[in-house]
């Protein structure tokens, strides 16, 4: 008679078991679960959504003088495109938007750099940031029609002032949080001064500096249109703010919402596209995106 322990019995189980066991690993997505992955379309369908409403509402109320269509408001917008109108005064805003844009940059960008090099310069940003970053550039508008007169450089004006604080306090807070080791080897390599900002501290502070930027934007948008609301004619050539001013007096409110979704548009587009194209360019590229 055998002594010899009973063997455990051992059962292989085949792999389509085992997977069944184990739960599905990896599953391929739905044409549907891929379009909601994507930013655009939820974007996209956020503003079909809203479009809806704004339909909706408009029909509800029913009083064309006081909130037209959405389908109206597109009618007007389209009949202004086709005869050049939007367009011309859409452009007219938009050059001398870049004109104080750039300026604005510009002046920022000296500031920022005299104060990352010098103590007094530091001082003297911090000053002028504190002193008229909350002043409404708007409020400036008065002083800017005596000494400038009515055109565009009272335009240009107002804008730099918009954007210039914006872009400085965002700059100088991300040089300010670049860190010491990243200091530490731009000073090892013998940069100083100009080099030592552009290879440095620009790359390592340009989400702070994207940031600036965009705020910049959208404050130098907003207020050329309101700018021009109050005195939108230059050369003879109102931009978009004037086009909404006229068309409120002759009571053309299809066409006042069709400048105001003109200017929504501008700024959408100048948003996703532009700046989200410096993004992927830049911050993704880089790997500083936080």
């Known amino acids: ?27 391929k997505l739905g044409t549907l679960e891929l ?78 750099i005299l104060a990352v090099n010098t103590r007094i310069g530091t001082d003297f940003l911090e000053t ?26 009272s335009l240009v004006f107002v804008l730099i002032h918009s ?19 990243l200091r530490m080897v731009g000073r090892n390599y013998g940069l100083k001064g100009f080099a030592y900002v552009t290879r440095i501290l620009v790359p390592a502070a340009f989400p702070s500096i994207l940031t600036g930027l965009k705020i910049g934007w959208a404050f130098a948008w907003r207020t050329l249109i309101a700018a021009e609301l109050v005195f939108g004619v230059s050369s003879g050539q109102g931009g978009l703010g004037w086009f909404i ?5 002759n009571l053309e409110i299809p066409a006042v919402f069709a400048g105001l979704l003109t200017v929504i548009v501008i700024g959408l587009v100048v948003e996703n596209l532009v700046f989200r194209t410096v993004e992927q360019k830049t911050i993704r590229k880089w790997g500083v995106s936080s």
């Open 128 to 153: 002028m940031t504190a002193m008229f970053n909350p002043l409404p550039a708007i409020a400036l508008l008065p002083l800017a029609l005596i000494w400038f007169g009515l055109g565009q450089g």
């Open 1 to 27: 008679m055998s002594t010899t322990a009973a063997q455990p019995r051992i059962v292989m189980r085949s792999d389509a078991s085992a997977a069944d066991t184990m739960g599905e690993v990896e599953r």
């Open 35 to 112: 379009l909601w992955g994507t930013a655009f379309v939820r974007k996209a369908l956020i503003i079909i959504v809203l479009a809806v409403i704004w339909e909706a509402y408009a029909r509800f109320l029913d009083n064309p003088l006081l909130f037209p269509t959405f389908i109206e408001t597109l009618e007007a917008m389209r009949e202004r495109i086709a005869d050049g109108t939007i367009p011309a005064r859409a452009w007219a805003s938009i050059k001398i938007l870049l004109m104080g844009y750039a300026s604005g940059i510009a002046l920022a960008a000296t500031l920022t």
């Open 163 to 181: 954007v210039l604080w914006a872009v400085a306090l965002n700059t100088h807070s991300g040089f300010l949080g670049v860190s010491q080791t």
């Open 245 to 249: 001013f006229e068309n409120r007096n």
